[in-house]
């Protein structure tokens, strides 16, 4: 099975192209992984509320920062209900919202897990059939540059010198 260079090339581009489709899913399932963790926390933190409601409750704000406050027994919650609309439900509706996203959450994370599985074998049989297809090259072959192989130089850019006490520029 004789395979061209351009073949090979071909083959070695594409491995690196999923490689780099799979860093992104994986980067993606952690983001989406975080959202859920944060409705997981907002559920939780809006069963944990008494039904009579509650006195001097602790509300976070963010970066450590809290606020005390007292939750009418009524007391609902404010919830994007989509298109970035806002509309108050009750504290068991807005739970009941954020569990029902959380599902849809956990069925994309489990597509785009399935998407990565598929993913990595194919990239795994593509390197393969590139490492037995190289290994069957003649070492001239590997080694005689072709004007399309031929990768240019990188261009090095100056970097300029800044003075002491100078402002930062887009080049920093």
Do not use: Y
């Not at 399932?29 to 001097?56: F, K, N, S, W």
């Not at 393969?128 to 850019?157: C, R």
């Amino acid at each position: 099975m004789a395979v061209d260079r351009a073949e090979l090339q071909r083959m070695a581009q594409l491995v690196e192209f999923n490689r780099e489709r799979m860093q992104t899913i994986e980067q993606q399932v952690r983001q989406l992984e975080t959202i859920r963790m944060e409705q997981i926390q907002a559920i939780e933190a809006l069963r944990a509320i008494p039904e009579d409601g509650a006195e001097g409750a602790m509300i976070p704000l963010g970066s450590g920062l809290q606020i005390i406050a007292d939750i009418p027994a009524d007391a609902g919650a404010v919830i994007d209900i989509g298109s970035r609309i806002q509309a108050e439900r009750t504290r068991g509706e807005a739970a009941d919202i954020l569990s029902k996203r959380g599902d849809e959450l956990v069925a994309v994370i489990d597509r785009l897990r399935q998407e990565f599985d598929e993913l990595e074998k194919a990239t795994v049989e593509t390197a393969q059939k590139f490492n037995e297809s190289v290994e069957g090259l003649e070492p001239e072959e590997l080694t005689a540059p072709t004007p399309e192989s031929k990768t240019p130089e990188p261009k090095k850019t100056p970097r300029r010198k800044r003075k002491r006490g100078t402002d930062l520029t887009l080049d920093d």
